[in-house]
């Protein structure tokens, strides 16, 4: 029986390398992406489990190298697509300190960023496998009655806004999900973070797995609980 395999956009370290753990614990393959040409833990995953981890380079800020990945991956095709890769400002810079350029650094990767990504892997995603997105509660409108980290909330509310548009046109068959994994200690949440990567990932790829033939968009925390839009 051929396992499936995960395209993991963002795989080096954090959320993305956990995860990438945690769907090969799940008896997945991993083709996982990493920037420039640096040993990653990724690499000790794949040295770890020989033949089901494999190792591809991309900048999700370079549309030459999304292109350049769609070419080298053509003809495969995969079970889920999951753009994990995001950055963060000073969370306490606000909308009015903020400059343009880190308005557009944090807007272009975490929001045009994925979507390019998705738009241009799309094709190499089986009819009915899974379309995912890291996005983060932050990026509630609803929810957000506390403010603080307003840039990256806005980038991550436009991240999500982009994939009720890309679910709306491209149709429903697709599973597809934004997702909330919750404030966890990592290099981007630091060491205040509520929860541990140990108690956010198995459980968000329990929610993803989940998913499977379940068509349409979801916003979803790491427990599965939908997160108003
Ligand atoms: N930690 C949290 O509390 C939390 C909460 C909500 C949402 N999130 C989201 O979860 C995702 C992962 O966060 P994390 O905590 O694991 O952060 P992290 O430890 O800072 O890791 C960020 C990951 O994104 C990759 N990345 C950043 N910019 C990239 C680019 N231009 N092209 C390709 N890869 C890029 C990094 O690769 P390099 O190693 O090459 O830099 C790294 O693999 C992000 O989307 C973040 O917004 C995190």
């Given at each position: 029986?051929t396992?499936p395999?995960?395209?993991?956009?963002g795989?080096?370290?954090?959320l993305g390398?956990?995860?990438?753990?945690?769907?090969?614990k799940k008896?997945?393959?991993?083709?996982?992406?990493?920037?420039?040409?640096?040993?990653?833990?990724?690499?000790?995953?794949?040295?770890a489990?020989?033949?089901?981890?494999?190792?591809?380079t991309?900048d999700i800020?370079?549309?030459?190298?999304?292109?350049?990945?769609?070419?080298?991956?053509a003809?495969?095709v995969?079970?889920?697509l999951f753009?994990?890769a995001?950055?963060t400002?000073?969370?306490?810079?606000?909308?009015?300190?903020?400059?343009t350029?880190?308005?557009?650094?944090?807007?272009?990767?975490?929001?045009l960023s994925?979507?390019r990504?998705?738009e241009?892997?799309?094709?190499l995603?089986?009819?009915?496998g899974?379309?995912?997105?890291?996005?983060?509660?932050?990026?509630s409108i609803?929810n957000n009655?506390?403010?603080?980290?307003?840039?990256?909330?806005?980038?991550k509310?436009?991240?999500?806004?982009?994939?009720?548009?890309f679910?709306?046109r491209?149709?429903?068959?697709?599973?597809?999900?934004v997702?909330?994994?919750g404030?966890v200690?990592t290099?981007?949440?630091?060491?205040e973070?509520?929860?541990?990567?140990?108690?956010?990932?198995p459980?968000?790829?329990n929610?993803?797995?989940?998913?499977?033939?379940?068509?349409?968009l979801?916003?979803?925390?790491y427990l599965?609980?939908?997160?108003p839009?």
């Open positions: 029986m396992m395999t995960i395209l993991l956009i795989a080096s370290r954090g390398h956990a995860m990438a753990a945690e769907f090969l008896g997945w393959n991993v083709v996982g992406t990493v920037r420039g040409g640096g040993r990653t833990k990724l690499h000790e995953l794949a040295d489990c020989a033949g089901r981890v494999e190792i591809e991309l800020r370079e549309p030459d190298q999304i292109a350049a990945l769609r070419d080298r991956l003809g495969r995969f079970d889920m753009v994990n995001g950055v400002n000073n969370p306490s810079e606000t909308i009015g300190d903020v400059t350029d880190e308005f557009v650094r944090v807007m272009v990767t975490n929001a994925p979507m990504v998705i241009s892997l799309q094709p995603v089986a009819a009915t899974i379309i995912g997105v890291m996005s983060s509660g932050q990026g609803a009655t506390m403010g603080l980290r307003e840039v990256y909330r806005g980038s509310a436009a991240l999500n806004m982009f994939m009720r548009s679910a709306a491209a149709g429903a068959q697709h599973p597809m999900v997702m909330a994994p404030w200690r290099d981007m949440g630091g060491p973070g509520r929860l541990s990567i140990d108690e956010s990932i459980n968000l790829v929610v993803l797995l989940a998913k499977q033939g379940k068509p349409g979801e916003y979803l925390d599965g609980n939908a997160v839009w």
